[in-house]
């Protein structure tokens, strides 16, 4: 049977406490009302949304819209990888967000809002993003992910696993993820990093944190890779070097304002290709899910999988000239 007109909704029950179950029957009129009908599935553990990714698209559907959060829209990315029917092109994705972070959205401009996101959706306008494939390790084998976002090396990754914790033991609210960045703070030393980027050493020094961006926004709405460029061919590399706990807590607020870059320590680089090498070994998160240990490699896969996005946005990526491979690299 052909599904390739017709929508499958893949929801997240458990996303944003439980506002994925808790407002479904409210999304699902909502969608109904706006002529959109689709056939949907409950997520029910982790890595869940991968398969059904998969299944969906071999049943022959081509437009899935995602009901959870940026996890959530995580592992669909990785199912349209997995699956061999068609390129991952042919797939149009788009997302209804009831997470807790939500930062895949705020790059693409979609609104909170249920109705205004299926506003979007009904729209139909398009953009085709790049996407990353990182590889590390995981019990001394090498593992492979695709990664939608941005993903965070060091400090970034050890807040990740403070609040995932957090969460697995039935925390909630939207304070969890502040609350382990403050924790993170008080427990986490920078660590000896070589970067390099396309092949060149850029870094070679100890590390606070590295966050690697095709998006801009990550960990709730910082804004760690501020003129990321979801199209161009590039990661957005930021790096920050040694900083004390002091001066972390009295420049925290850069982290969310965009002007990360005016930090002495930090430097922006940007390339097709990064492999960061570490002693010890470090974390990695990506999207939101924490994953495994250095060393890390990442590639850019250009323009990979077609997505719903907001007619501002359009608008804005319309005035985008074109960036150097590296702006900044201030020591």
Do not use: C
């Not at 042919?90 to 939500?102: F, K, P, Q």
Request: glycine share 10%; aromatic share 10%; hydrophobic share 40%.
């Amino acid at each position: 049977m052909d599904e390739s007109g017709k929508w499958f909704a893949i929801v997240n029950p458990v996303a944003g406490s439980g506002r994925g179950l808790t407002d479904w029957p409210q999304i699902s009129k909502l969608l109904r009302d706006h002529g959109i009908v689709p056939e949907y599935a409950f997520t029910e553990r982790k890595y869940h949304a991968i398969e059904l990714a998969v299944e969906a698209v071999n049943r022959g559907f081509r437009k899935i819209v995602v009901v959870g959060g940026d996890g959530t829209i995580h592992e669909v990315v990785n199912g349209l990888f997995i699956q061999k029917t068609v390129p991952t092109t042919d797939v149009l994705l788009s997302v209804i967000a009831v997470g807790t972070g939500n930062d895949w959205i705020r790059m693409f401009g979609i609104p909170r809002k249920y109705s205004e996101a299926i506003r979007a959706i009904v729209e139909g306008h398009s953009f085709l993003q790049d996407v990353g494939v990182l590889s590390y390790y995981q019990a001394n084998y090498k593992q492979t992910r695709y990664m939608a976002n941005v993903a965070g090396v060091g400090f970034d990754a050890f807040v990740n696993r403070k609040y995932n914790h957090l969460k697995e033991e039935g925390r909630r609210g939207k304070w969890l993820y502040l609350w382990s960045t403050l924790k993170a703070v008080l427990r986490y030393s920078s660590t000896g990093v070589k970067v390099y980027v396309d092949d060149d050493l850029v870094v070679n020094d100890l590390v606070y944190s590295a966050t690697i961006g095709i998006g801009r926004y990550n960990g709730g709405g910082m804004l760690q890779t501020p003129d990321a460029v979801a199209d161009d061919g590039l990661f957005d590399l930021t790096v920050i070097r040694r900083m004390s706990r002091l001066a972390v807590l009295l420049r925290f607020k850069v982290l969310f304002n965009g002007k990360i870059y005016k930090l002495r320590k930090t430097s922006l680089n940007r390339g097709r290709r990064i492999r960061i090498e570490s002693s010890p070994e470090i974390a990695v998160e990506v999207d939101g899910e924490a994953l495994g240990y250095s060393p890390f490699e990442f590639g850019i896969i250009d323009r990979a999988v077609r997505v719903v996005v907001a007619e501002r946005f359009l608008r804005g990526t319309e005035k985008k000239e074109e960036k150097p491979n590296i702006l900044k690299n201030r020591k």
